[in-house]
């Protein structure tokens, strides 16, 4: 690492150990990553014991204790960090290997293992090592390893000599006494450089303890006394899994210092101390490695060997192998703070696009498709109501021509004001020999060079609600959004128009009368194959099942926008009347609000849409009535009362879900901001003509409601804080008006056509509210 870097990393820690009234988490998650020199993910969880590390999914999991302070936070950081980076997930599974003693074996391995991590994350960040003493010093003087009262000798086990002395020993908090012929592991403890070094002194030790204690292996009943039976598949060597258990690990570190002089003294004081250090209690475990590599591990994922190393797998009394490590792992339990809020993290799914998104050339195949199915009568009511639906938005179209234009100008002139305010002017020195003839009355007569900064241009992808309860206010919503559309086309901005909804599409079971056997039949095999699941990978987020179709597109030519378009103006008008949706193909029927799953989709979808089109800036607009479904994620209302996080396994972040009146659709919106740095605006369609439940909105106050009041009088919707950029609630039965006199009688009074021209005037600028507003927001 840079010298510019370690010496931030240790300014760090310094800063941070100069507060140790309260442990700021998000301090501590910079550090490990800078630490780790990798972007790892962080976790903060008050169900584990003991620190542990996820070497296959790269997660750090730190407890929460009661009365923790900085130094203990670093040393535990520092610990698992060194496991992530030097800690191999196998190699060790032919010396601890399983049933009898494996246990008391596992635990050799861990506490030599944990020496040398240590030294070699002291040797790499020495501002760390002040960390490591201090840690140890509060964990002695909290009688951890149960030696009030004790006095140490060589009778003692040396295995727990050698771990008080890289614990305790090292720091002059103990005197650790060895014989000189044991001296010599404490050099050689503190000098293993690779883990092969650790597995051959581990087991050399472990030797040694049966050559003197033969009988110490198995009890009468020929079981193990000091290590229990190893469960099946492979078990972590350095601590618990993350769940169930998880981290108990908590072997203790050795510090291992690296220095000979100093490891084999064992007398030191404190100050010299500061250069060796312990890992914390951290338990040390980390190593969640094995077991990760099974995909075990991370959250959710217990491993039934993963509680072979229980606090009762080594023998009780004080002079058993073990019993320092059994009673630093009991007080680090104990440690948990039994007050913390519930802790969730949560991992969002991976969605599998291709069986998500329908595009529109296949939704021309499923209309066609359907007509061919038709009976005689059906098709010529269908083709009756198609007449009359092509008519009224043939009138349509034609009413909003001039509203399109006006919005094109207003957006070229944005547009040509942005343009000059990028365009820069400058005097080449050259004399311009047009102009020289006025050189007497004016000094401008040089060649000029004019400079324009280059613009940014943009894209639109709406995403509309194709839910049930959007049935009554669904055309108009239509309506708004074909002048968008319309004025996309007409101004050359790439569009893409999805609906999104409950509604899967199923290619096989086009034609098949939904309510026959057959149907049926063909449907439960569908449900039963992973052929159409919408994810790659389970997490413990459940994404409903949902479909996005692609209705309205730029990429589309003349006759497949006027195709299209008949057919989602004839589709809008049957769901909004339950008579005539038989018509139309099954699955575009209107189901449930998978908002949620759609901003996730979008995740995907706005980063190609962006590449495709060779586009800067994507505005994301998502037009709905109400809150999506939820998938699980946040802390809806407040009701659980819990803290939770979304993590993001691409980016290396972790969100924070708030509580308030979506939550989940706010962290999902963030993250969608940070993942492909789209504008967001969200355009809810309120079927109430009151706005008042909006009073308890999150940010809103009784200031804010006054004018809220008047603004939703005056222009017919109002503005409201969100994690959107811009989010907009609209009168959702406002359509849109074009012609001010339309419904004036023949006969009618000056006064009259006076009153209804300005009241027009104003309800003509109000109801193209999505479409002005969306003019403002991509001129810009």
Not at 220 to 244: A, M, R, Y
Request: aromatic share 8%.
């Amino acid at each position: 690492m840079l010298p510019y870097a370690q010496t931030l990393i240790y300014g760090t820690i310094y800063v941070m150990n100069q507060k140790k009234s309260t442990v700021n988490k998000a301090t501590k998650d910079i550090l490990a990553r800078c630490m780790a020199t990798e972007d790892i993910i962080v976790e903060h969880r008050s169900d584990v014991p003991s620190a542990y590390f996820d070497t296959k999914n790269r997660v750090l999991g730190l407890p929460v204790w009661k009365d923790m302070d900085n130094s203990v936070y670093d040393m535990l950081v520092g610990h698992e960090v060194s496991h992530a980076l030097h800690t191999p997930a196998e190699g060790w599974q032919d010396f601890v290997g399983k049933g009898k003693g494996s246990g008391i074996r596992h635990m050799f391995l861990n506490i030599v293992e944990d020496a040398r991590i240590e030294r070699l994350i002291k040797d790499k960040f020495p501002g760390i090592r002040r960390d490591f003493a201090s840690a140890y010093k509060t964990l002695h003087t909290q009688d951890l390893f149960e030696l009030n009262g004790r006095t140490i000798t060589t009778d003692d086990e040396l295995i727990d000599r050698l771990n008080l002395h890289f614990k305790v020993g090292l720091f002059g908090l103990e005197n650790v006494p060895f014989t000189s012929e044991e001296k010599q592991y404490i050099t050689r403890m503190a000098e293993t450089k690779s883990f092969d070094d650790v597995v051959a002194l581990a087991k050399e030790l472990y030797e040694k303890h049966q050559d003197e204690h033969p009988d110490d292996e198995e009890d009468e009943n020929g079981e193990s006394q000091s290590g229990g039976e190893s469960g099946e598949g492979e078990q972590n060597p350095f601590g618990d899994t993350p769940e169930d258990g998880e981290g108990s690990d908590t072997s203790q570190s050795t510090d291992g210092s690296g220095d000979d002089a100093e490891s084999q003294s064992g007398d030191e004081d404190g100050e010299s101390g500061e250069d060796s250090g312990q890992s914390s209690k951290d338990d040390t475990d980390d190593g969640e490695s094995a077991d990760s590599e099974d995909g075990k591990g991370s959250e959710g994922d217990s491993q039934g060997d993963s509680q072979e190393l229980g606090y009762d797998d080594y023998k009780n009394n004080v002079d058993a192998a073990g019993s320092s490590q059994r009673a630093f792992e009991k007080a680090v339990q104990e440690m948990n703070s039994d007050e913390t809020i519930d802790v969730k993290y949560h991992t969002l799914p991976n969605l599998d696009l291709s069986n998500i998104l329908v595009d529109y050339s296949v939704i021309d195949g499923m209309y066609n498709t359907k007509i061919s199915q038709l009976e005689e009568k059906q098709l010529e009511y269908r083709q009756d109501k198609m007449l009359e639906s092509n008519t009224e938005l043939q009138q349509f179209l034609n009413k909003a021509k001039s509203t399109v234009n006006h919005m094109v100008q207003q957006f070229q002139m944005k547009q040509a004001a942005d343009a000059d305010r990028r365009t820069n002017i400058t005097k080449t020195g050259v004399l311009d020999t047009t102009a020289m003839i006025d050189y007497r009355w004016s000094e401008d007569i040089f060649l000029k060079n004019e400079s324009h900064t280059d613009g940014k241009n943009h894209g639109i992808v709406m995403f509309l609600d194709w839910s049930g309860s959007m049935s009554s206010i669904l055309k108009d919503t239509v309506e708004q959004l074909l002048i968008l559309t319309e004025f996309c086309n007409k101004a050359n901005i790439p569009y893409e128009v999805y609906a999104f909804s409950s509604n899967r599409y199923y290619p096989t079971l086009e034609g098949l009368d939904r309510w026959s056997d057959e149907y049926k039949e063909e449907l439960k095999k569908i449900q039963s194959s992973s052929q159409y699941t919408i994810v790659n990978e389970d997490t413990d987020v459940k994404p409903h099942n949902f479909q996005l179709y692609n209705f309205l597109s730029s990429r589309m030519n003349t006759k497949e926008y006027k195709v299209a378009l008949q057919n989602f103006w004839g589709l809008a008008g049957a769901c909004s009347q339950y008579g005539s949706r038989s018509l139309f193909p099954s699955c575009l029927d209107l189901g449930c609000t998978p908002l949620n799953e759609a901003i996730i989709s979008a995740f995907d979808i706005i980063p190609e849409f962006q590449r495709q089109n060779g586009i800067q800036i994507v505005n994301s607009v998502f037009l709905t009535d109400g809150d999506g479904h939820s998938m699980g994620i946040g802390n809806q209302w407040g009701y659980n009362k819990r803290n939770t996080y979304v993590r993001d396994h691409k980016t290396r972040r972790t969100y924070t879900v708030g509580d308030g009146n979506r939550p989940e659709t706010d962290v999902l919106l963030e993250m969608l901001k940070d993942k492909t740095g789209c504008n967001t605006i969200g355009i809810r369609l309120e079927a109430s003509k009151r706005i008042s439940n909006y009073r308890y909105y999150k940010g809103v106050d009784e200031t804010m409601m006054s004018e809220l009041a008047k603004s939703w009088k005056k222009h017919n919707f109002i503005t409201l804080p969100s994690s959107y950029d811009k989010y907009f609630v609209v009168q959702g039965q406002l359509k849109v008006e074009f012609d001010a006199l339309e419904e004036l009688d023949e006969d009618a009074s000056i006064v009259k056509i006076k009153n209804a021209f300005l009241k027009g005037n104003t309800s003509k600028k109000s109801s193209r509210v999505i479409a002005n507003q969306m003019v403002e927001i991509i001129a810009t």
